[in-house]
């Protein structure tokens, strides 16, 4: 049974290649566009990260609140969870 190749051949790859020389050098004639695109794209990953954090500490709050109940290690997690509260 022949193995099929998924080989690109020399035309293809040279376009490929024009197409993205072309599509760099129309983006990055225009400084302030790449500084505007850049600066949103700061601004959206730092919201991002921001939001993810709040969730994801509220949810392990939420879960060590779950074991405060118990007999040994409760006492700890309640004082970890107001430490965290403050």
Not at 15 to 39: I, T
Not at 68 to 75: C, N, R
């Amino acid at each position: 049974m022949k193995k099929s190749s998924k080989r690109v051949s020399d035309a293809e790859a040279s376009s490929r290649r024009q197409l993205f020389e072309e599509m760099f050098y129309d983006f990055y004639n225009n400084r302030h566009k790449v500084y505007w695109m850049n600066f949103v794209r700061g601004l959206s990953f730092g919201f991002g990260a921001l939001i993810g954090g709040t969730v994801v500490v509220t949810i392990v709050v939420w879960i060590l609140g779950r074991f405060v109940s118990i007999p040994l290690i409760g006492e700890y997690i309640r004082q970890g969870i107001e430490v965290i509260q403050k």
